[in-house]
């Protein structure tokens, strides 16, 4: 077993935050998925253990992350997500429906800076906190990752959190779609979160999303 491997069933048994551990295990079922187990878990990376590529979102969803025990798995952000992924090449296929499925990420790895579903999406810091060092040790055994691709202004915060603990003093300039900053020897990517209040409303399209994928894409291969 490797080191990303044995980290990640540290993560799937984590119960440090009593408020996510109570509400990942009480969210109700979608009537959709009545008849499915969730597996209320905390939701680890997975991916390319040699990946380029380092995708940061914010946390697993009531009913996809935390009912399948992937990220950007079985929810609508992960539809655009996958699809995107599969059409700039980093994904075997355009789909994420559960762990079972034949999904394999090429030069990629995803992961979240909290591995928990938050209630209203809205971690505390405490908790952003606790999941911090997971974090870490990801980024430590990614050691191949030449891009970060943070997924709305959580993820964002968490990378430069990251950054502090390695005693790197940054500038932070403000959150928007498409910024692209150089960090030693890291380049830090910007997108809005592939979540439906902005995949529906058009804030961010197919086009926006996936010239970001083919710009960072040229860039690191």
Do not use: W
């Not at 209320?40 to 040699?50: I, L, Y």
């Not at 914010?58 to 990220?71: E, Q, Y």
């Not at 999904?103 to 579903?117: D, E, M, W």
């Not at 999303?209 to 291969?221: S, T, W």
């Amino acid at each position: 077993m490797n080191q990303l491997s044995k980290l990640n069933q540290v993560v799937s048994s984590c119960r440090k935050c009593p408020r996510l551990v109570q509400f990942r295990e009480s969210i109700p079922k979608r009537a959709s998925y009545k008849n499915e187990v969730y597996l209320r878990r905390p939701t680890p990376g997975f991916g390319d253990p040699n990946a380029r590529l380092l995708i940061l979102g914010l946390a697993p969803s009531a009913h996809g992350g935390n009912r399948t025990g992937r990220i950007f798995t079985g929810d609508e952000s992960a539809r655009f997500l996958m699809k995107m992924l599969h059409k700039a090449g980093f994904a075997n296929q355009p789909t994420s429906l559960a762990l079972e499925d034949a999904l394999r990420l090429k030069g990629c790895y995803i992961t979240a800076a909290v591995k928990c579903v938050p209630p209203q999406n809205k971690p505390l810091k405490k908790e952003c906190d606790n999941c911090l060092p997971f974090l870490e040790q990801e980024f430590a055994l990614l050691s191949q990752v030449k891009a970060v691709l943070a997924l709305g202004q959580l993820a964002y915060k968490a990378f430069f959190d990251l950054l502090s603990k390695k005693n790197l003093s940054l500038k932070k300039p403000s959150f928007k779609h498409g910024l692209s900053i150089e960090i030693e020897k890291i380049s830090l990517f910007t997108s809005y979160h592939p979540s439906p209040q902005n995949t529906y409303t058009g804030k961010l399209t197919d086009n926006m999303f996936l010239d970001l994928l083919n710009k960072i894409k040229n860039q690191i291969f």
